[in-house]
């Protein structure tokens, strides 16, 4: 019901709110029992997806003290560190920022969210360090010798994304595509969960604020603002979490044709303490406008909406290896942006811990080995011309995120995830 932050945080904490998620929303809404929102304290959202403004701040130790004065350069699985803010003289300490977005040098398709995944599955991982005097020291370090390791994200959880097409005459490499983006809009990608997405609970951040507690790749951590590029029609986040308590399988590196990109996940708790949030629980995906961006430009070139792409859709993409051809290359095998599909003895193979359930393995494989119905962009533009336009990738996985939602909802019930109001608006 609606009340003020510190009204809903006491029912909370006796046991007596009412606590949903934004899916089990959507249920009342489409089957008319929308009179009973007003009964709802916290509404649990949630999203996983690309999120290029990604970067970690981490510190350990590679040296014996005096073994060097500064690091000059550092590289992480062959991915370049920013040395500093402190340079730790003498310490044999590194402090280092890593951008998700880096590229090895070494390890082809292997980036910033591909490193942050290996380590929080306490992978070792090789560090290279150039001193100030030219020498070069190499270490072999785990998550558990990083006393700091905080994961940051600067422009993370927009209120909804957008679709992309290629309305040029040539295919093109980009971040929107794990493959040759094919021209004359022919084929479409998009990201944002829709419905379950944190600030399109609360497009106005009424509830989230500066010191709002989330769960973070599964570790609670907090907000620390709007993002970069963050504007009213158009709200981001930016935030951090301590790595040391992420869940791996949240999180990860993504190959797209430009390179690799940073997947991260965010499940935000939205207290009703307004009637403008009490509206917006209730706006359901066909609801909820999806701007259609050509890559080229970057510019919207038409609209359409979540409906297009969540409604009557597969959130799984389905495997049947037993329809197997044995196709040489296989497609699924070198498309796969998560590199979760290989071929082993012969026969096909899936990875369930990494499978993003994009749709692109669907939309490449000659042998309907997987499968997924992944929706159309009804693409309507100014002219009043329509078009639709098919999914062949979704940068963001609505499946996983619906199970974030959930496990908030478990943890503030059973009194694991304490919510926190915020100390300052934003």
């Known amino acids: 019901m609606v009340g003020?932050?510190?009204?809903?945080?006491?029912?909370?904490?006796?046991?007596?709110?009412?606590?949903?998620?934004?899916?089990?929303?959507?249920?009342?809404?489409?089957?008319?029992?929308?009179?009973?929102?007003?009964?709802?304290?916290?509404?649990?959202?949630?999203?996983?997806?690309?999120?290029?403004?990604?970067?970690?701040?981490?510190?350990?130790?590679?040296?014996?003290?005096?073994?060097?004065?500064?690091?000059r350069r550092v590289r992480i699985n062959g991915i370049a560190a920013q040395v500093g803010p402190c340079p730790n003289e003498n310490l044999g300490v590194l402090d280092l920022v890593v951008l998700g977005t880096a590229h090895s040098q070494s390890r082809p398709n292997y980036g910033g969210g591909h490193l942050f995944r290996d380590l929080v599955e306490r992978k070792k991982v090789h560090v290279e360090v150039e001193t100030d005097d030219g020498r070069t020291l190499h270490a072999d370090v785990g998550l558990d010798e990083m006393p700091y390791a905080r994961l940051f994200g600067s422009r993370h959880a927009f209120k909804n994304y957008s679709g992309f097409v290629n309305a040029g005459a040539e295919p093109v490499n980009t971040i929107f595509h794990s493959r040759g983006f094919a021209p004359r809009c022919r084929e479409a990608t998009f990201s944002g969960c829709g419905q379950i997405n944190p600030l399109k609970n609360d497009p106005l951040l009424e509830s989230i604020g500066i010191g709002t507690r989330i769960l973070m790749n599964g570790a609670e951590g907090f907000v620390l603002g709007t993002g970069t590029r963050s504007s009213k029609e158009r709200p981001n986040l930016s935030g951090f979490a301590d790595m040391h308590q992420m869940a791996a399988e949240q999180m990860g590196g993504f190959v797209t044709s430009a390179g690799p990109e940073c997947i991260c996940s965010w499940a935000v708790p939205i207290p009703v303490i307004s009637k403008m949030i009490l509206a917006e629980i209730a706006r359901l995906d066909r609801d909820i406008?999806?701007?259609?961006?050509?890559?080229?430009?970057?510019?919207?070139?038409?609209?359409?909406?979540?409906?297009?792409?969540?409604?009557?859709?597969?959130?799984e993409v389905l495997f049947k290896p037993e329809n197997c051809s044995g196709c040489s290359p296989c497609l699924a095998?070198?498309?796969?942006?998560?590199?979760?599909?290989?071929?082993?003895?012969?026969?096909?193979?899936?990875?369930?811990?990494?499978?993003?359930?994009?749709?692109?393995?669907?939309?490449?494989?000659?042998?309907?080995?997987f499968s997924c119905r992944m929706g159309a962009i009804r693409l309507k533009t100014d002219a009043g011309s329509a078009k639709t336009i098919p999914v062949v990738l979704r940068q963001s996985d609505r499946l996983r995120a619906l199970q974030l939602a959930e496990d908030l909802k478990k943890k503030i019930m059973d009194g694991s995830f304490r919510m926190a109001e915020p100390v300052e608006r934003i």
Request: hydrophobic content about 40%; charged content about 20%; overall charge negative.
């Open 4 to 71: 003020s932050y510190s009204q809903v945080l006491e029912r909370v904490m006796q046991g007596e709110a009412v606590v949903i998620t934004a899916q089990e929303v959507a249920k009342l809404v489409e089957s008319g029992e929308s009179s009973r929102l007003s009964e709802v304290d916290v509404v649990t959202t949630a999203t996983r997806a690309v999120m290029s403004g990604t970067y970690a701040v981490l510190s350990f130790p590679v040296a014996k003290p005096a073994s060097f004065l500064r690091a």
């Open 289 to 315: 406008a999806l701007p259609v961006n050509d890559v080229n430009s970057r510019t919207v070139i038409g609209q359409a909406d979540y409906g297009d792409v969540w409604t009557d859709v597969d959130l």
């Open 333 to 369: 095998e070198e498309a796969c942006p998560m590199r979760a599909v290989s071929r082993e003895e012969g026969r096909v193979r899936r990875s369930e811990a990494l499978c993003f359930h994009c749709g692109l393995c669907a939309t490449v494989c000659p042998s309907a080995v």
